[in-house]
């Protein structure tokens, strides 16, 4: 999704802070970028294309300025071209303007400033806004104001910042998408810093390399930025007092650390992830889960709304949920509002790791809106999600750059362990702490001896992918396939075991490799067996992930081994190996692993 930045206060540094800050925004996901700087003009350089082309644009231009903004742009409306990368200016060349979301009024906006005579560049719903501030400075508006009658204007989710020629300020605004200050020597609460410098982004990394301390902006708040200091308002100018953070992890967090890919990166990082997210959090003696100041839950029932990896979270969650006698449900949070399903006594808990997922975010507004509470699990300190939930409970994975959801998922799985352990009476809970404890060494075992990319080399060419698992593997046959398929762009579906013969299994050939997930020896391990023996009946070759309990290695022509371990934590060590196959199935096709075609990391619209 499209990421903002914008700093004032960096004198000659202002092109290249920003040019840095869009580079750690890429993982959002973005088809081009722009820069504008202000001084008594504005200028702008914009490319299609990646941050390098634009960088290459950059050289034959001189843009400099105490003031500026830049964007990176995921294609909404019009296609990645030049003209529809941001920022966008008007007629006059002296406002710029840079935009997150969706103005869902725009065509009447844009109707109504055309037959006023504006002249529009570009197919972009984001165009509308500098020619309506220019409306307000042509009627005398002063700058700030011109910005806030603007944005009174406008329907739909946003996040904007302007630029006005000879204004040594940056203004901004947020509706339901993501913007987050950075203060660097501010007066916490004041913004009387002369000396200074402030920033502006769609997320933390922006900045990060310049400061820790942050202001989350809240829906319905605009800011102001100077080298004088910072202030936020309501959009009428009410002054909000804001508490300033501190962020808790490292620049190095979001380096790729020698690896090649940030996937490979936050892969390897798992047992690190998963060791914070039990840090403090678990009594291996008493069986106990202290989950800190998340107050009283004890649901009666469940809901759980999500999206695409979260959602697999969600489903091996309500599983867990439904074992201990908690009617729950998981919802793709898209969906959940047109299902309404009655929320009595029900918690209704938002998985996101961005914590910014607008249909999530959405699903949660939805639940709220009809008397449920709710709980936000998150991997992002001062989110959205953490901030309009009744409770939120961290994953604490540490920054996840990828836009393949990987350390993230391990950690919600672990999380969502020790949430049903603290919320719900589960027989042999012992054991599963005593499982959670192992969990990161078994990931550690996996990571230094796992064949994933020999059976990545074998299969590279298949066809297609087949993901299989019963019960707790069902999701991570789901989460097996959404991975393989959104960094090999091949298809790839995952299926509840039992499901293949009612039709998947016309599919199945022999350049199809089915993985089927198979830990323990139970019922349910020797049911999948049996339907891994119907796929090698027709010839596809089988890649067992085993923890060598059961005998579907006779039945394998492959096996991706892993430790025997409590079944609740079987599931997320198995999902391990697949991370791995797919990201060296990726590699071998070359793709462009850390932000494949089309994604993006942060989805902030619906
Ligand atoms: O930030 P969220 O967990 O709410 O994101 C939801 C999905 O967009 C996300 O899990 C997506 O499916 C993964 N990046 C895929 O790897």
Redesign the pocket.
């Known amino acids: 999704m499209c990421g903002i930045i914008g700093c004032v206060g960096r004198g000659d540094e202002t092109l290249d802070t920003l040019v840095h800050g869009l580079a750690k925004l890429e993982y959002r996901g973005y088809d081009s970028a722009g820069v504008a700087l202000a001084t008594d003009t504005v200028d702008v350089c914009k490319k299609s294309g990646k941050i390098d082309d634009l960088r290459a644009a950059l050289e034959s231009r001189t843009l400099s300025g105490p003031v500026g903004i830049g964007h990176t742009r995921w294609s909404t409306h019009g296609p990645p071209t030049d003209e529809n990368a941001h920022p966008h200016r008007d007629c006059r060349g002296e406002v710029a303007v840079v935009h997150n979301g969706i103005i869902e009024n725009y065509q009447s906006l844009r109707d109504e400033l055309a037959s006023a005579g504006h002249e529009f560049r570009s197919d972009t719903d984001t165009e509308v806004v500098p020619h309506l501030i220019e409306d307000a400075l042509a009627d005398g508006a002063n700058p700030e104001t011109a910005v806030r009658e603007a944005i009174a204007r406008l329907e739909g989710s946003y996040a904007v910042a302007v630029v006005i020629a000879g204004v040594d300020a940056i203004f901004a605004a947020r509706n339901d998408s993501p913007l987050v200050l950075g203060i660097d020597d501010g007066e916490e609460g004041t913004g009387d810093a002369p000396g200074g410098a402030y920033y502006l982004a769609s997320d933390v990394p922006a900045f990060r390399d310049h400061t820790d301390r942050v202001v989350y902006l809240d829906d319905g708040e605009f800011a102001r930025l100077s080298s004088r200091g910072w202030r936020v308002t309501t959009l009428d100018g009410e002054p909000v007092e804001k508490a300033v953070d501190t962020v808790d992890w490292d620049p190095e967090e979001t380096g790729k650390s020698g690896y090649d890919h940030f996937m490979l990166k936050e892969i390897h990082e798992q047992p690190r992830a998963l060791r914070q997210c039990l840090r403090g959090r678990v009594d291996e003696l008493s069986g106990t889960v202290d989950l800190g100041d998340l107050g009283d839950l004890t649901p009666r029932a469940v809901q759980f709304v ?7 979270a969600a489903i091996y969650a309500a599983q867990l949920f439904e074992e201990a006698g908690i009617p729950a449900k998981a919802y793709l ?1 898209s969906e959940y509002a047109s299902k309404t399903p009655p929320i009595g006594d029900a918690l209704v808990i ?8 607008a ?2 975010l959405s699903a949660l507004r939805e639940a709220r809106r009809r008397g449920a509470r709710t709980l936000a699990v ?3 300190v001062g989110s959205t ?1 953490a901030r309009e939930c009744d409770h939120t409970l961290y994953i604490r994975a540490g920054p996840e750059i990828g ?4 350390k ?2 391990a950690s ?1 799985l672990a999380a969502l362990n020790l949430l049903s352990l603290s919320v719900t009476s589960v027989s042999d809970s012992r054991d599963v702490i005593a499982g959670l404890r192992e969990l990161p060494g078994a990931v550690q075992e996996i990571l230094d001896d796992s064949n994933a990319e020999a059976v990545a080399e074998t299969y590279g060419d298949a066809g297609a992918y087949f993901f299989i698992g019963r019960g707790l593997h069902y999701p991570v046959a789901l989460e097996g396939a ?2 393989m398929k ?1 960094i090999t762009y091949k298809h790839a579906e995952g299926f509840a075991a039992g499901e293949l013969k009612h039709g998947p299994l016309a599919l199945v050939t022999e350049n199809t490799p089915v993985f089927a997930v198979v830990t323990g020896d139970d019922e349910m391990a020797r049911k999948t067996i049996g339907n891994v023996k119907e796929v090698e009946a027709r010839d596809a070759p089988v890649v067992a992930v085993t923890d060598g309990q059961s005998d579907v290695e006779r039945y394998a022509d492959h096996v991706l081994r892993v430790p025997d371990t409590h079944r609740r934590i079987a599931a997320v060590v198995a999902n391990v190996q697949l991370q791995l196959v797919a990201y060296h199935t990726a590699a071998q096709l070359d793709r462009s692993i850390d932000k494949p075609r089309n ?5 902030t619209v619906e």
């Open positions: 999500a999206c695409g990896t979260s959602y697999h949070a938002g998985v996101t790791q961005s914590g910014e997922t249909d999530t998150t991997n992002t999600a836009v393949a959801a990987t993230t998922f919600q959404l991975k959104e994604l993006a990391k942060s989805v």
